[in-house]
């Protein structure tokens, strides 16, 4: 068994995490490491439920390109369920679509099924609108077609709307300053200044490990600050009880099972409202929104990840908080469902909502973010308009961004736009 683990730890290149305490591990670390422990069974197929749903680009990376060594190396059969395709699609070699509602499997090559279906990675849907033969699926791929474009030269293009934190400044919603906190002697946050003002929809991103959730959990009072402070509505929420808070800021955790614990979906938005003093509001608009109208009398703890996920979000956003705090909300969710997510918080910051979401989606937030933050160790180092911070990011760009290197074009849509000009 010794001997098996070593040829694993080398295998992996896990060797030096050997000694390490597992709640020291990044999420990609954490990942390679229960992969290594199923594969000290040896086992011939290796089965894995949406593996880096929960990463970083890099670590999601390095995990999927493990994945196709042990593949390649070790002719291991490999069986994944995954939403976001544009990370799995140049890896794989066949596709097996499940549309659901009756519908009829598709399974074949990763061409031949994206040709097939509505479901796909930006790069294909834009490859699909325009036309591309044979069908591209990695960047490199698509950039042989992208450079037959005729696009209007950055001076004859319109400007993208700006973003960035001019109006978090003035009028804001929400202000941290000089913000530090430690978790056992370890600090997670060092100097934080952050403001957030009404109608702003701000993305906070970086590695796992980076700060994001203990930024999130400052906000709504879950964290107590080792130093500086946290307003709201320019009052410190020092000595403020979290149940106070959450009247006004409405807070979705990574894990949307800690907020389900009624019967029904339905009782879920029904005890946020009583909690709330908002009973009899009703809430049709919301559930049309997340696709829950038909999952209303479901027991939640039954439902999928992604359909507990929206549950979650129907659950605190009912009460119509003017603070919108999400922890990666679009894990579980398909490319419908994730479009749909973006309208919808669309809507809620033309409405004045704030909107702070911590996400590894760079497809989310090149749809609906105007303003991007990067966390690193705990401190920010990049803070601006999001079109701007993706197009010059080596890690957090969109697939449409990285086909042209321009920071007019993030979106599909951006493309399109461009071509009828």
Not at 104 to 113: A, D, F, Q
Request: charged share 25%; glycine share 8%.
């Amino acid at each position: 068994m010794r001997k098996r683990i070593e040829e694993v730890l080398d295998q992996i290149n896990i060797a030096h995490l050997r000694h390490r305490k597992i709640n020291t591990l990044s999420g990609g670390e954490k990942q390679r490491v229960a992969i290594g422990a199923v594969l000290t069974l040896q086992p011939k197929i290796l089965v894995l439920d949406e593996p880096t749903s929960q990463l970083d680009p890099q670590a999601a990376e390095e995990v999927l390109t493990t994945l196709q060594k042990l593949n390649s190396d070790l002719g291991l059969t490999i069986v994944l369920s995954e939403h976001r395709l544009e990370r799995v699609v140049q890896y794989a070699d066949r596709i097996l679509y499940l549309p659901g509602q009756g519908g009829r499997p598709l399974l074949g090559s990763p061409r031949e099924v994206l040709s097939q279906v509505d479901l796909m990675p930006p790069l294909v849907k834009l490859a699909k609108k325009l036309d591309w033969t044979p069908l591209p699926l990695t960047i490199k791929e698509g950039r042989r077609f992208a450079r037959s474009l005729s696009l209007p030269s950055p001076a004859d293009a319109a400007e993208p709307e700006a973003g960035g934190n001019g109006r978090g400044a003035r009028n804001a919603l929400l202000l941290m300053e000089d913000l530090w906190f430690s978790y056992n002697g370890n600090e997670a946050l060092k100097g934080i200044n952050l403001s957030v003002g009404p109608g702003e929809l701000v993305a906070l991103m970086g590695r796992n490990g980076s700060g994001k959730t203990t930024l999130l959990k400052h906000i709504v009072g879950l964290i107590r600050p080792a130093r500086g402070r946290v307003q709201l509505w320019g009052q410190d929420i020092k000595g403020t009880e979290v149940q106070s808070i959450a009247r006004k800021v409405g807070y979705v955790p990574q894990d949307p099972g800690s907020l389900l614990f009624a019967d029904t979906v339905r009782e879920e938005l029904e005890f946020t409202l009583r909690s709330h003093n908002l009973s009899g509001a009703r809430y049709d608009d919301l559930l049309q929104s997340l696709q829950l109208s038909g999952l209303l009398d479901s027991y939640p703890r039954d439902l999928s990840g992604g359909e507990r996920q929206r549950a979650a979000l129907a659950a605190i956003l009912v009460a119509d908080p003017a603070i919108i705090l999400l922890d990666e909300p679009t894990r579980g969710l398909d490319y419908y469902q994730k479009q749909a997510l973006s309208q919808f918080l669309s809507q809620k910051k033309a409405e004045g909502k704030a909107i702070i979401m911590s996400t590894h989606d760079v497809e989310l937030v090149a749809s609906c973010a105007e303003r991007v933050v990067i966390l690193g160790e705990g401190q920010i180092v990049v803070d601006g308009p999001a079109r701007k911070v993706m197009s010059d990011s080596m890690v957090f760009s969109s697939q449409v961004n990285k086909l042209f290197g321009d920071d007019r074009l993030i979106v599909v849509e951006d493309v399109l736009r461009a071509i009828a000009q």
